[in-house]
Every structure is written in structure tokens, then in C-alpha cells.
């Protein structure tokens, strides 16, 4: 008995010990954010003093914006607790509220508590669009778990700086007045206006949600830097729904809606996300992109599902995407993906794999694309299923080193622009004057009367480009192979014999670009 009493002793004694090391706060391990705050939605007696159980009163437009302005109550690197309601707010209006570096505000749920902007081109944010002197880059700053609701006009969040966090946040009520409007927006603040000095990065837009009713020109997400000051960052698991508009929406941004827009981004992310509606899926037309990869993304109702244009991307990968293009009466060509810059070669490294691609026709008059490639060095569009009206595009100046095959249709059959199909070798039958395609290989001609096979340009379709072009006819024409370079070495045809019925001559020839001109082997 004694021997078990000592040791309930020593037992209740290492209990206890244990509970004061799990209570102990080791300095060293805090977290940054180690002043705590609360503020309520309420009418508190005294104004409170900040803690949980006797919360700032936010009762008000001038209460909240009061609390959340002075840094005493809120100090920079510390964290304020939005209690659940609605608090009412001037944003960045006027020598408002302005976030600051290691500020964290954290709702109670982006169901349970929302603020309120009262004004046109107001945000919630550190750029003072009324007073630039205000505006100053911020670092590990977030904001979570709350709704932002726009009140009809224009409005979000816009921050600028580095290892910034916009997470679990729904913007409601927004609408375009004028100028573009960004419902949620993390930027490299690349000058010297508002206080940037160090790159942007460790940036993440996660869980957020962006519904809108009206709209007209809005960059739902958004995450942006300049060329010589580029972004980096993760945009991912977002939900966006942007409603038809009866704008017309030009080639460009302009009067467009964007679902995810991106500027001057490097290293980053764009995963998981959803839209719908959107004029662009995910865009991009403003500073030099790269090692990018977008993946797993479904995107639903745009006529332009991935775009970047005109400045050039690097190592660009499009994987496992789900994209819903439509046509409409004015919106032109609709385009699955289109990747296009405007120097000669400056986008390089792009592959296309993976992805499922459906289009609804629209009733204008334009065409539907998978892709469009234009002064691109280096793509690969490979093992994607897609609609059958959706065809390859690609323009002059024309890609190089473009690869094209293992696609499907939607029922799993092989697509004639394939390069090489999975299992077999995908036949062109020609009976009159051809032009040779990029996606062709086995050229079949048979023809009673004279064909002439003219040959792609061996400076743009690559080196190592093969084509096997074979008589499968017993008429007396000849046909003619023609090049605007050389053929063996020599300007002008060749020619291939009739095939006689008798005698069966090979009638045939294999012709393989060196990137200058065609070789016949």
C-alpha cells in the first residue's frame, strides 16, 4: 500500500509538472503576432479596452475606423479580432484606415462577420488613393475570415507589399464605376511612392470567394507586379462567379472581366481555383511572366480561357484544367489557350497537357481554338481532351519547335492534327493542291490530275520536322513538291513518277527539315 501511495505521488507530481510546461510560453517560440485584440459590432459601455470579454466598441463607422486607425488600440504586428456582425467602414477614404506591416485582422467566419465599405474607390488596404503620402508598403500582413462587402460601388481589398495573406474572405456587392475594379488585390508596389524596397513575396490569396452581380470592367483576384519588380506568390482554392454583362469586351482588358488577373508573376502558383462567367479565366497583358504553373483549375463561360499576351512567359505549364470556352456574338474567336508575345521567340517553354476542353458555340460568327500560339520557341500541347470543333491555331510569325499529339476527342478518339498519334500513323488524303500543315505526317496523294504539295516553311516549322509523302494512285500525273527553301541543296520541285500498275516503282519520298531548308532521304 505504501509503495502504491508514492507512487500516485510521483505520478500526480509529473502531471503537474507537465501542465505547467504545456502552459509556459517559451519567448522565443511566439509567433509575431503575440498582442491580441477584440472589437464588437456592438454598443459597448465605456468604449471597451480591448479583450475578449470587454471588446472594443465598433458600433459605428467612426468607432471602427477610430480603433482601427490608432495604434495604440491596434498596433502594428499584432492581431484584431472582429467578433461576429457588421461593422461599417470609410476604408482608405480620406485619410482612413490604412493597414500596417504585421497587422492581422481575422474575422469570426467569412459567414459570421463583415465590414462594410461606405464609400465609391474605397478599399480596405495601405494605399491611400487620396493621399499618397499615406500609402506605405506593408510585410506579413493578413487578412482572414471575414466577408467584404462592396455596399453597390466599386471596393475590396488591395494590399500592397510582401508576405502578404488574404485567406477565407468573400467579397460581395461590387461593382465596376469607371475604372477596373479589383475585388481582391496583393501587388509588388513597385516604386518608391509607397515605401517598396525589398521584392514581393511569400504572397497567397487561398479559400477566398468573389460573387458578383454586376460587372463590368473587374479583376476578381488579382496579384501583380511591374517588369524589373515581379511578384511571386500562390493564388489557389479561390471560388469566383461574375454574372453575364451587356458590355461588349474588346481583345483586351478593357470593359472585361477577369476572373484571376496576374502581372510581372514569377515562381508562383495557380491551383485549384473556380470560375465562372468570367470574359478571361485566368489573364495576363502586362509585364514579362515566368516559371508559372496553372493547374487543376476549372474554368467555366469564358471565350478566353488562359491568357497571356503580349508580353513574353518563360516556363509556363497548363496541367489538368478543366476549361468551358463559349462563342458570342462579339467576342470573336473563342480560344481555349492563348499564349502570344510580341518579340520575335520571347515566349519559351510552354506545355499544354492534360486538360479537358469543351466549347459552346455562340451565335457570331468567330472561330473556337484549342490553343494560339504566336512567336513562341519551344511548346508542347500533348495528351489533352477536347471538343472536335476545337482546332490548333497557330500564327505568323509561327511557333518553333512546336509539338503537337497524343489528344483526344471527348469520346477518347485520336484528333487528325495529332503529330504522331498514340497507336497508329494519322494519314492526310489529299486529291488537289495541298498546303502542308504543321500537325500533318503521312500525306496520301490520289489524283487523276496534277497535285502540287507545297511544303511549310523549314524556318519556322524547326529542325527535325518530317513528312512522308507517298503517290497512292496508278493516273499518268505527276506530282509536284514544292518549298520556298531549298530541297536537297537545290532552289526549285521535285517531283514524284506516277505509280504504274505493272510495274509498281516506289513512288515516295520522306522529307526532314534541318531548320533551313528540306532534305529528301
Known amino acids: 500500500m505504501k509503495i502504491t501511495h508514492r507512487i500516485r505521488q510521483i505520478a500526480f507530481a509529473l502531471i503537474s509538472i507537465g501542465s505547467l510546461l504545456v502552459g509556459t510560453r517559451i519567448s522565443h517560440a511566439d509567433p509575431p503576432y503575440s498582442q491580441d485584440y477584440w472589437i464588437s459590432p456592438t454598443n459597448v ?33 499584432s492581431t484584431m479580432h472582429l467578433l461576429a456582425g457588421v461593422f461599417q467602414t470609410a476604408g482608405t477614404y480620406t485619410n482612413g484606415w490604412l493597414v500596417g506591416t504585421g497587422q492581422k485582422v481575422v474575422g469570426s467566419g467569412l459567414n459570421q462577420t463583415t465590414i462594410r465599405l461606405n464609400f465609391s474607390n474605397t478599399y480596405i488596404g495601405n494605399i491611400d488613393s487620396y493621399n499618397s503620402a499615406n500609402s506605405k508598403a506593408v510585410t506579413n500582413a493578413q487578412i482572414v475570415d471575414l466577408t467584404v462587402d462592396g455596399n453597390g460601388a466599386s471596393g475590396g481589398i488591395v494590399l500592397f507589399g510582401d508576405h502578404v495573406v488574404v485567406q477565407r474572405v468573400r467579397c460581395v456587392n461590387m461593382a465596376s464605376s469607371g475604372p477596373e475594379t479589383f475585388p481582391i488585390l496583393i ?30 470592367w473587374i479583376s476578381a483576384i488579382a496579384m501583380t507586379g511591374v517588369e524589373g519588380n515581379p511578384i511571386q506568390g500562390a493564388i489557389r482554392n479561390n471560388r469566383i462567379i461574375i454574372p453575364p454583362k451587356s458590355i461588349a469586351c474588346g481583345s483586351t482588358g478593357n470593359n472585361c472581366s477577369m476572373g484571376i488577373n496576374v502581372c510581372s508573376i514569377r515562381d508562383s502558383l495557380i491551383e485549384g481555383n473556380y470560375v465562372s462567367g468570367a470574359d478571361f479565366g485566368i489573364y495576363s497583358d502586362s509585364g514579362s511572366s515566368i516559371n508559372l504553373i496553372i493547374s487543376h483549375n476549372s474554368i467555366n463561360g469564358a471565350f478566353s480561357g488562359v491568357q497571356f499576351y503580349p508580353w513574353p512567359t518563360t516556363n509556363l505549364t497548363c496541367a489538368f484544367n478543366n476549361i468551358g470556352i463559349k462563342g458570342s456574338a462579339s467576342n470573336g474567336d473563342a480560344i481555349s489557350f492563348f499564349i502570344q508575345s510580341t518579340p520575335v521567340n520571347a515566349t519559351r517553354n510552354i506545355v499544354i497537357i492534360g486538360n479537358t476542353l469543351t466549347y459552346v458555340p455562340g451565335s457570331g460568327s468567330g472561330y473556337a481554338f484549342c490553343e494560339r500560339m504566336q512567336n513562341t520557341l519551344g511548346a508542347l500541347f500533348v495528351n489533352n481532351t477536347l471538343d472536335y470543333r476545337l482546332v490548333p491555331c497557330l500564327y505568323s510569325p509561327y511557333p518553333v519547335n512546336f509539338s503537337i499529339y497524343n489528344n483526344t476527342d471527348l469520346t477518347g478518339g485520336a484528333l487528325a492534327f495529332n503529330q504522331d498519334p498514340a497507336h497508329a500513323l494519322e494519314r492526310t488524303a489529299v486529291h488537289t493542291n495541298y498546303a502542308v500543315q504543321a500537325y500533318d505526317r503521312y500525306i496520301a496523294v490520289s489524283s487523276g490530275t496534277a497535285v502540287t504539295i507545297t511544303l511549310p516553311d523549314a524556318t519556322t516549322i524547326g529542325s527535325g520536322k518530317e513528312y512522308v509523302i507517298v503517290r497512292e494512285d496508278t493516273s499518268g500525273a505527276v506530282t509536284t513538291i514544292s518549298s520556298a527553301q531549298n530541297i536537297n541543296g537545290v532552289t526549285g520541285p521535285i517531283t514524284l513518277s506516277p505509280v504504274s500498275s505493272t510495274s509498281r516503282p516506289i513512288s515516295a519520298a520522306t522529307l526532314v527539315s534541318d531548320g533551313i531548308g528540306w532534305w529528301v532521304r
Open 45 to 77: 459601455s465605456g468604449g471597451g479596452n480591448g479583450t475578449l470579454s470587454n471588446p472594443y466598441d465598433g458600433s459605428t463607422l467612426m468607432n471602427f475606423d477610430n480603433v482601427m486607425t490608432n495604434r495604440s488600440k491596434f498596433p502594428l504586428n
Open 187 to 216: 501587388d509588388a508596389s513597385p516604386n518608391t511612392t509607397y515605401g517598396s524596397s525589398i521584392p514581393s513575396e511569400g504572397n497567397l490569396i487561398e479559400g477566398c470567394e468573389v460573387i458578383l452581380t454586376n460587372s463590368s
